[in-house]
């Protein structure tokens, strides 16, 4: 299956063999520039992609990486998403939910959201998600909402919605996404049946990637 990729991308310009020390950064073998911060390559070809620009792009440990080079002399590291690679199912199972539940239903992977079933669904697709639910995907577990108002999850910052329920989608033993409903009552808890629809949706998202 052809392979997503998204966006975000970090760019690196191999540095030239002589010192490159900065006159303005007394830290030698660095260089700021307009599109971030040049590194030196050892001699096992590793390089360290600063902390700077792996905060900026939520690039965290153990993230794939694709590796790309261009005929200007680019060196180009590209973060890429599994969950890319079911973009329509995600998009299919959430209008499933949608539908079955009445509610706003979505699917994100570990960075936005991919696909969103029902209200609100041009508000949120395609935004950033919230720490929050990054932390609740890194836990592994799933979340049902305690229906206390001060303790709700948002699933991106700014909206409307709180998440009702959501299950981490993990594939290969590694969290790619995760699968939710959204409501606008802060103090409703979730249903048994939409806690295992969630669930079952994200173990068969995790199914198709491993296949």
Do not use: H
């Not at 700077?52 to 590291?77: A, K, N, W, Y």
């Amino acid at each position: 299956m052809r392979r997503a990729k998204q966006k975000m991308c970090c760019r690196y310009n191999l540095p030239p063999l002589t010192d490159t020390t900065y006159k303005g950064n007394r830290k030698e073998g660095k260089i700021m520039k307009a599109t971030g911060i040049v590194r030196r390559i050892d001699e096992l070809g590793r390089v360290v992609i600063p902390k700077e620009i792996r905060r900026t792009q939520r690039i965290r440990r153990g993230d794939p990486l694709e590796i790309f080079t261009t005929g200007d002399g680019e060196v180009i590291f590209k973060k890429y998403s599994p969950m890319g690679e079911v973009n329509t199912l995600a998009a299919q199972l959430a209008e499933v939910l949608s539908r079955q539940f009445a509610l706003t239903a979505f699917v994100c992977d570990r960075d936005r959201i991919l696909a969103v079933s029902g209200s609100g669904r041009r508000e949120l697709t395609d935004r950033s998600i919230s720490q929050p639910l990054e932390k609740l995907m890194e836990a592994r577990k799933p979340y049902q909402s305690p229906g206390a108002p001060e303790k709700t999850l948002l699933p991106c910052e700014g909206a409307p919605r709180v998440l009702l329920c959501a299950a981490p989608v993990l594939a290969g033993g590694d969290v790619t996404g995760a699968v939710g409903l959204l409501t606008e009552d802060r103090a409703a808890c979730p249903e048994d049946a939409q806690c295992k629809a969630v669930a079952v949706a994200a173990a068969f998202l995790a199914k198709q990637m491993e296949e």
